[in-house]
């Protein structure tokens, strides 16, 4: 059943963790020190990379970024094993995953290219030979072609590290760049935003098969993850994220004022909030009102519309509008 919240509001969370750290210009130093250094010895690597380092988080960061500026995503990769995983059961699935993964891991070692659980995996073991205990998380990413709504499809990985007694979440695929389906090449950009990512943020677009991983002592529920509304990579660089409405999917009623309202942020100028719907709608400029910044649209013709918020005119937030 489809219903409308009319409310939306936006929070900030706590200031990215790698802010932090004394140790961040000497570990990303090192971290361009070796580009595409032999694989063949992780602890030669791991050790070149985290020795003249003192601290867990500065010794993290330098194998964390070094894998994000060396490895390229392997897109077509990634695409074929989740055509097959949807098509094949039992002992088919089972066969596939050893010999792709098998696979997976070659590619890696010789050309420097993987997927997510290559990634993960290259993070964890270099983090290991560093002392720093570190698991791969599997579960559910969450992106605009993937699990919005419906059972949801585990189709990603990341890594869990414990740095001083306390853990944190990374995802060094997601770090490493993003890319263009068109062409389907892979653009290499490195995302502050992924790395010992806040938790209560992480888990709007990664949800791990165990909970335990969210890190958060009342993790939502699957199908909360799978319906809430869309994020995107600018969500995490503004520190804002979509409280309310709960679902990305709403319902209203043709000629109905819907509201929205942004709340009050310290990160987030509102002359550079605006709303859209569609192409056609922008609200540039979003009044202050007592509790925050509040928008309302009329939707006049019935149909389905896409929503979005966007900051410095960067996308953070999408809905999709039914009007009956």
């Not at 263009?180 to 992924?194: D, H, N």
Request: aromatic letters at 12%; glycine letters at 6%.
């Amino acid at each position: 059943m489809r219903k409308i919240v009319p409310i939306l509001f936006f929070v900030v969370v706590s200031i990215p963790a790698f802010a932090q750290i004394p140790e961040l210009a000497k570990a990303d130093s090192m971290a361009g020190l070796f580009p595409h250094h032999s694989l063949a010895d992780l602890k030669v690597l791991s050790n070149k990379l985290t020795g003249p380092l003192t601290t867990d988080e500065g010794k993290f960061r330098a194998i964390f970024k070094w894998v994000c500026l060396n490895i390229e995503n392997d897109f077509d990769a990634a695409d074929q094993n989740l055509k097959k995983r949807r098509t094949l059961k039992d002992e088919e699935l089972k066969q596939w995953t050893r010999e792709f993964s098998g696979r997976t891991m070659r590619i890696l070692f010789q050309q420097y290219k993987t997927v997510c659980t290559g990634y993960a995996y290259l993070v964890r073991e270099l983090a290991r030979h560093a002392g720093l205990p570190c698991e791969i998380v599997d579960g559910y990413g969450r992106n605009v072609n993937s699990n919005i709504g419906g059972q949801g499809f585990v189709n990603h990985s990341w890594n869990a590290v414990l740095l001083n007694g306390r853990w944190y979440l990374a995802d060094p695929t997601w770090a490493s760049g993003a890319v263009f389906a068109p062409t389907r090449t892979f653009i290499p950009r490195f995302e502050e935003c992924y790395f010992l990512a806040d938790p209560v943020l992480f888990v709007r677009n990664h949800y791990p098969l165990n909970t335990t991983w969210t890190l958060l002592s009342d993790p939502p529920s699957l199908e909360t993850f799978l319906n809430a509304p869309l994020i995107y990579v600018n969500a995490f660089r503004y520190n804002v994220h979509p409280v309310l409405p709960a679902t990305f999917r709403i319902t209203a009623t043709k000629g109905e004022k819907v509201s929205f309202m942004l709340g009050k942020s310290c990160v987030v100028n509102p002359a550079n909030v605006k709303f859209l719907v569609g192409n056609g709608v922008s609200h540039t400029k979003v009044p202050y009102v007592e509790s925050g910044y509040s928008v309302s649209h009329t939707f006049s013709r019935k149909g389905v519309y896409a929503v979005h918020f966007t900051v410095d005119d960067q996308y953070v937030a999408s809905y999709e509008v039914t009007i009956k």
